[in-house]
T-cell receptor
């Protein structure tokens, strides 16, 4: 099982739609979870951290299910500017594996 | 945005030549990282540093070396570049290791011909 798995997409949605991305991780000892956003030919940028109780930042909601080792990101009222690749990120387990493990990303395209 | 710069931003080099990429930060963060990003693989850790002169290997360290003589600078060297090292290289920084988010530089596009 790969360490962090995401549906690669692309997800093609109209403006105003609600879209959800899912991510599963293999290391049950992972403690830190993030969603990053990466625009085409740009560096990844932190979108939001994911907390055990779930958290919301404007139109974005992140959820964590430790029992199922599953993370989700919900985007409400999609904007054209939300078009990007969304990376699910999880920390490893000690040593260099204490570093962050990045999923391959889910591509979102929001159309007018 | 975090104060991270990378140089050069683009480079084309020939197989067998040495190449050094530079990452410079103004945030005084302890941890610095080098990743490569390739289609179908996502971001993969090459090396990281947890302080001046303290470095460790990541997932794909073969063919790469690093040095950190100052807090603000982290160098990545390809001793003898190969075509398989054609990639986009990102530097990142963080305050801590396991529970801290990382902030990325703008990237260096390296082509080895």
């Amino acid at each position: 099982r790969k360490e962090v798995e995401q549906d690669p997409g692309p997800f093609n949605v109209p403006e105003g739609a609600t879209v959800a991305f899912n991510c599963t991780y293999s290391n049950s000892a992972s403690q830190s979870f993030f969603w990053y956003r990466q625009d085409c030919r740009k560096e990844p940028k932190l979108l939001m951290s994911v907390y055990s109780s779930g958290n919301e930042d404007g139109r974005f909601t992140a959820q964590l299910n430790r029992a199922s080792q599953y993370i989700s990101l919900l985007i409400r009222d999609s904007k054209l500017s939300d078009s990007a690749t969304y990376l699910c990120v999880v920390n490893g387990n000690g040593g260099s594996q204490g570093n962050l493990i990045f999923g391959k990303g889910t591509k979102l395209s929001v159309k007018p | 945005d975090a104060g991270i710069t990378q140089s050069p931003r683009h480079k084309v080099t020939e197989t067998g030549t040495p190449v050094t990429l530079r990452c410079h930060q103004t945030e005084n963060h302890r941890y610095m990282y080098w990743y490569r990003q390739d289609p179908g693989h996502g971001l993969r850790l090459i090396h990281y540093s947890y302080g001046v002169k303290d470095t460790d290997k990541g997932e794909v360290s073969d063919g790469y070396s690093v040095s950190r003589s100052k807090t603000e600078d982290f160098l990545l060297t390809l001793e003898s570049a190969t075509s398989s090292q054609t990639s986009v290289y990102f530097c990142a920084i963080s305050e801590g290791l396991t529970s801290y988010e990382q902030y990325f530089g703008p990237g260096t596009r390296l082509t080895v011909t």
